[in-house]
């Protein structure tokens, strides 16, 4: 009887470590079977937030025309294959934009000053008589052909530089009001062009092309003022 006891008792100790080693087994076969999809998920998880963080436009969706003429995704120069649209050349794009932006703030100081020139000589050329009034005339139109070819070189660089990474803000900003006040300028550049050419003939246009030529210089003024402060 004691026997049948003791075999008893072996039996259950023996079922029980088996019972321990299979379920074991089990654990370690879930564990390693339920790894490898947790990897594959956790990498799939990285590379969604990695693509969605990469993914950036190389360009902005709003362009001004010329910029999209020579810089849109079918501009001359992609279509020339000078500046291929890619991360590095965007990047190089960004470069030459700051040198131009520079040079075309730098330009408009200096057409500023040109403008004060003729602004001076402009009202002196109005009292002048004879000969220095001859003189006079000499020196404002050279300082006009001095204006309208720093005028035009600084408008060129800002016209036909590459695009910024993305757009313009929204609301008011400097540079908007720097944008509007240029279309101002602009039209008070070609108006004062035109009614110089037809002052000779029409003397009393005087007035006019005086409050032409002031007017541009005062938006001109206003709109350098308002990316330098």
Known sequence: MKYFFVAVLLSFGIGSLQAQDSTAVKTSVAVDTLSPKDNNAADALLAGLADSTDAQPLLPRKMIFTQRVFWGPKGLLRAMNVAPL?????????????????????????????FIAQG?????????????????????????????IAYG?????????????????KGFTSIKLHKYLAIVHLTGMVATNILAHMIEDHPDLKPYHRAAAYGTFGAYAASIVSLTF
């Open 86 to 114: 890619t991360p590095e050349g965007r990047a190089n794009e960004l470069k030459v934009r700051r040198t131009m932006l520079i040079t075309h703030q730098i330009g408009g100081f200096v057409t500023l000053a040109g």
């Open 153 to 169: 070189t600084t408008l060129a660089l800002s016209l036909t530089a590459p695009p910024p990474v993305v757009g313009t803000k």
């Open 120 to 148: 001076l000589l402009g009202a002196k050329l109005y009292n002048a008589k004879g000969q220095e009034y001859v003189d006079t005339k000499k020196w404002h139109e050279r300082s006009a052909t001095f204006i309208n």
